[in-house]
């Protein structure tokens, strides 16, 4: 099986809650910078902080990136 890590959803996913970045940074002691690195996809989130930010959006992990 082959499985491929696709866009991050955390924009969709603030959008959905009406929360924003900073709230978000705010929730999960990062900075408003590594949300926004996320959210473009120029960084990606290891497994300790996605578990982090999906607590802290009430989601699953696989809620937060698009697979192919």
């Known amino acids: 099986?082959?499985?491929?890590?696709g866009r991050c959803r955390l924009t969709i996913l603030l959008k959905e809650r009406k929360k924003t970045a900073r709230w978000l940074a705010e929730?999960?002691?990062?900075?408003?910078?590594r949300i926004s690195d996320y959210s473009n996809n120029r960084k990606s989130m290891s497994l300790v902080t996605a578990?982090?930010?999906?607590?802290?959006l009430d989601c699953q992990i696989d809620d937060l990136y698009s697979w192919e």
């Open 51 to 56: 578990k982090s930010i999906s607590l802290a």
């Open 27 to 33: 929730r999960t002691g990062m900075s408003e910078q």
């Open 1 to 5: 099986m082959n499985i491929k890590l």
